[in-house]
């Protein structure tokens, strides 16, 4: 199902089993993947947690690089927000780094690491831009905002991480 792209469904599947096999880091992990694809992070986020209590160090990577994403993803619907998108990319860049401490050749968390750092300091920079004197940050001009929610978007769609480690089979 998940493979089919049926999300939803592998989701119920993988609840199933996981009724049956709650220790099972990997239904974890692929619980945290279903949700991912569905966008429901703060869920990807506690089945990928889970996930991390396991032996297996392969698995553990791709949990950490995950979670990377998840965090990633969630820096991405801040970015209106600096301060809040900030704290996402810093556990972005974290598990990140914890993905390559397990495995080292993993080239996507070490693109993904680049990413993040370069989105941080972009938003670090706009944080820190003086505003105009006497002129609140609402009172720009409609098409001025247009035009900022317009960059922001492509700004995100090219800073969109690679897929997720998928599911174990």
């Known amino acids: ?32 993947n279903a949700a991912y694809k569905q966008q429901d992070y703060r869920k990807a986020l506690e089945h990928y947690t889970q996930a991390l209590q396991t032996a297996d160090r392969q698995l553990e990577g791709q949990v950490k690089y995950n979670l990377g994403n998840v965090e990633y993803q969630q820096a991405l619907q801040n970015l209106q ?7 996402h990319l810093r ?11 397990v ?3 993993q080239p996507d968390a070490r693109y993904n690491l680049e990413l993040s750092h370069l989105l941080r300091h972009k938003l670090q ?7 105009p004197q006497g002129q609140p940050q609402q009172a720009q001009q409609p098409d001025q ?13 090219q800073s969109q991480p690679p897929q997720q480690s998928d599911a174990q089979q």
């Not at 199902?1 to 992990?29: D, K, N, S, V």
């Not at 927000?81 to 704290?87: G, S, T, V």
């Not at 860049?93 to 401490?101: E, F, G, V």
């Open 145 to 157: 905002q247009a035009q900022q929610d317009q960059q922001a978007q492509q700004d995100q769609q």
């Open 91 to 101: 556990a972005a860049m974290t598990y990140y780094r914890d993905s390559l401490d």
């Open 103 to 105: 495995d080292p050749q």
């Open 125 to 131: 920079q706009e944080q820190h831009q003086p505003q």
């Open 1 to 32: 199902l998940y493979q089919r792209g049926e999300y939803a469904e592998a989701a119920q599947q993988y609840a199933t089993a996981g009724q049956a096999l709650p220790e099972a880091a990997e239904i974890h992990f692929n619980q945290g």
């Open 81 to 87: 927000r600096p301060q809040e998108a900030l704290p």
